[in-house]
């Protein structure tokens, strides 16, 4: 009895771990997959970090077409976006104090040297030069046509009181024309003189509408098409340098070096020289880089 109740022991002992074996034999839950996670966009370049630059210039330069015709290629060149901003040149001046610029292109030497001894600028170059003009109708009621000397045809239009459209907007060209009124102890006031407060173009346009004298840039009065006539040149007062000049606390260092080297190295000086000749059948600006 003994050996019957040992045998049925055994065998219910071999059933369970036969069982457990067969148990532990099954294969194991495959583990809950989870979805990778999603890569991170690429971060967009700042705008630090991005080739791009301003420049404060003169309406003269954006007027005439010099920057249409320079621009592209320095930027396809180097890949630097320019940014324009063309004012008068108190205005790009006074952006370059508050550094809302890299480079300046302006010109009034006075107020550009004052701009470098003032600690604002650096790296102060010649770039190029043409001349101003006095315009004027046909007609020249003052009777200034031919005078050599620019004082004394401002003087014959004040004393006559012919109307006169001043730029009135602290432009470079609103401080030569305030210079010649001051060297022919003028001031020049009444109801014919007219500030227009506006670019050269559009003052080269309210003379022209008013039959009236106004004193403009070579390069934007032979870009226009008007019925005023020049009537007073070439008078060493009427000179018409424009310099460029790194901004001294500018975060665009590099960049704005490498668009003065382009202004006043050989391939921008040609292309300065050569502006304007197939249109007008002459240069609207001379070259003429040099470092001051």
């Keep these: 009895m003994k050996t ?23 294969p194991a839950a495959a583990p809950e997959q989870s979805n990778p996670p999603t890569a991170a966009p690429a971060p967009t370049p700042s705008a630090s970090e991005k080739k791009e630059m301003i420049l404060a210039t003169t309406t003269s330069t954006q007027d005439s077409g010099l920057l249409d015709a320079l621009l592209p290629v ?8 320019v940014k324009v901003i063309a004012v008068g040149t108190g205005q790009a001046i006074k952006l370059g104090e508050e550094g809302n610029a890299d480079v300046l292109l302006v010109h009034s030497r006075k107020a550009e040297d004052e701009f470098v001894e003032k600690g604002f600028g650096i790296n ?25 000397s620019a004082k004394e045809a401002m003087a014959k239009i004040a004393e006559k009181q012919s109307p006169f459209v001043s730029r009135g907007d602290d432009s470079g060209t609103d401080k030569k024309e305030k210079s ?3 060297e022919a102890a003028i001031t020049p006031e009444g109801s014919w003189y007219i500030s227009s407060g506006q670019g050269m173009g559009e003052t080269l346009q309210m003379a ?19 019925n005023l006539e020049v009537l007073v040149q070439g008078d060493k007062s009427l000179l018409n340098p424009y310099g460029i000049i790194q901004v001294k606390s500018s975060t665009k260092p590099e960049e704005g070096m490498q668009l ?18 197939e249109t007008y059948g002459k240069g ?9």
């Design 124 to 148: 102060a170059y010649d770039v190029m030069y043409n001349q101003f003009y006095i315009v004027g109708p046909a007609e020249d009621p003052a009777g200034i046509k031919g005078v050599q």
């Design 260 to 277: 003065i080297r382009f202004f006043t190295e050989e391939q921008g000086q040609k292309l300065i020289g050569e502006f304007g000749k």
């Design 4 to 26: 019957i109740q040992s045998m049925i022991a055994l065998f219910c002992l071999a059933l369970l771990l036969l069982l457990a074996a067969c148990s532990s034999s099954q």
């Design 284 to 292: 609207l600006f001379v070259p003429d880089a040099k470092q001051r």
């Design 74 to 81: 320095f930027e396809q060149q180097s890949g630097i976006s």
């Design 180 to 182: 010649i009124w001051k």
């Design 208 to 226: 022209d509408e008013m039959r009236a004298y106004t004193l403009t840039d070579e390069a934007t009065f032979l870009s226009r098409k008007l």
